[in-house]
């Protein structure tokens, strides 16, 4: 099992920026993937950003150029860098991991997510 745990949410104004953070059970390096999605009320869970465990990231459409994923193997740690915060991106973030038995020619994973933490961007 993998547990994770996501901090640094908060009210910023249009334009600003945050840094979400999802503390990891285990040795992150060998987690196959590690992700962010968000929330809004009413809405569907949407793809924010992938890293996985060779350090390849991708992004969904509105948010590249604005937000950076990143690990930091030595703390179990993931980042999410969010600049030049809209309206649009309120929602709920959630972490995510990817992790089970993989092999050369095999895998089987499963999905852990945590409890989310809320990021409002208001005037």
């Known amino acids: 099992q993998v547990q994770l745990v996501e901090s640094g949410g908060g009210l910023v104004q249009p334009g600003g920026s945050l840094r979400l953070s999802c503390a990891v059970s285990?040795?992150?390096?060998?987690?196959?993937?590690m992700g962010w999605y968000r929330q809004a009320p009413g809405k569907n869970r949407e793809f924010v950003a992938v890293?996985?465990?060779?350090?390849?990231?991708d992004y969904g459409d509105f948010v590249k150029g604005r937000f950076t994923i990143s690990r930091d193997n030595a703390k179990n740690t993931v980042y999410l860098q969010m600049n030049d915060l809209k309206p649009e991106d309120t929602a709920t973030y959630y972490c995510?991991?990817?992790?089970?038995?993989?092999?050369?020619?095999?895998?089987?994973?499963?999905?852990?997510w945590g409890q989310g933490t809320q990021v409002t961007v208001s005037s």
């Open positions: 995510n991991a990817e992790d089970g038995d993989y092999y050369s020619d095999y895998v089987n994973l499963e999905n852990y």
């Open positions: 285990k040795d992150v390096s060998s987690i196959y993937a």
């Open positions: 890293i996985t465990r060779g350090g390849n990231q």
